[in-house]
């Protein structure tokens, strides 16, 4: 599986938005950008995924860069229960097995 | 409710002793899989099953096991063979075969050996 490469922490202000990069530059043309956050001492819990496309759901918009080596999470609007670890991951496994990386720590602040 | 469900929330074991984590659930998902985390880190795969009475060792798997009689049951045994078993264990379950799905967790069970 393709490795990704992300911040260590970032912090943001509540009600912006708030823009989490990951750089995955060994993808493969079938393997899926997937994102994740765990709040603390929590299960993760599954955001959001794409293969080519931006996507958009309740939570969250997916960028892919058109050459697909990197990605950007975005939150509309930061609030304080978007404090947790988020992970980027890429997976070929036909199976979706995981792997997990230590993710990008995110403080929102008031 | 539909999810997934893991007992206990915290878990105490002494030294020498096996210990059995338990896994629920009732998504009708054919996946599952545990996972370790310890603090500060990512999670890393223990064991994952696709189907019942089969499952496949993980990236860690020595010193654990695991059972799938059950399509809704995937119980984690932590052996005494397992040299730091303290640690955040998570389960998970997905539907089926295929990139284009998510993973569910449970809560997580915290095992501390004392």
């Known amino acids: 599986d393709a490795k990704t490469t992300q911040p260590t922490s970032m912090d943001c202000a509540e009600g912006r938005a708030a823009n989490l990069p990951c750089n995955h530059s060994?993808?493969?043309?079938?393997?899926?950008v997937y994102w994740y956050r765990q709040i603390h001492s929590q299960g993760p819990q599954y955001i959001i995924h794409g293969l080519k496309n931006n996507e958009t759901n309740e939570m969250a918009s997916l960028i892919i860069t058109e050459d697909r080596k990197s990605s950007t999470l975005i939150l509309p609007h930061a609030t304080l229960r978007d404090t947790a670890v988020y992970y980027c991951?890429?997976?070929?496994?036909?199976?979706?097995?995981?792997?997990f990386g230590a993710g990008t720590q995110v403080v929102v602040t008031p | 409710d539909g999810g997934i469900t893991q007992s206990p929330k915290y878990l105490f074991r002494k030294e020498g002793q096996n210990v059995t984590l338990s896994c629920e659930q009732n998504l009708n998902h054919d996946a599952m899989y545990w996972y370790r985390q310890d603090p500060g880190q990512g999670l890393r795969l223990i064991y994952y099953s696709q189907i019942v009475n089969d499952f496949q060792k993980g990236d860690i798997a020595e010193g654990y096991s695991v059972s799938r009689e059950k399509k809704e049951s995937f119980p984690l045994t932590v052996t005494s063979a397992q040299k730091n078993p303290t640690a955040f264990y998570l389960c998970?379950?997905?539907w089926g075969q295929g990139l284009n799905t998510e993973a569910f967790f449970g809560q997580g069970t915290r095992l501390t050996v004392v």
């Open positions: 060994t993808i493969s043309g079938n393997e899926y």
């Open positions: 998970a379950s997905q």
């Open positions: 991951i890429v997976s070929f496994d036909s199976w979706g097995k995981l792997q």
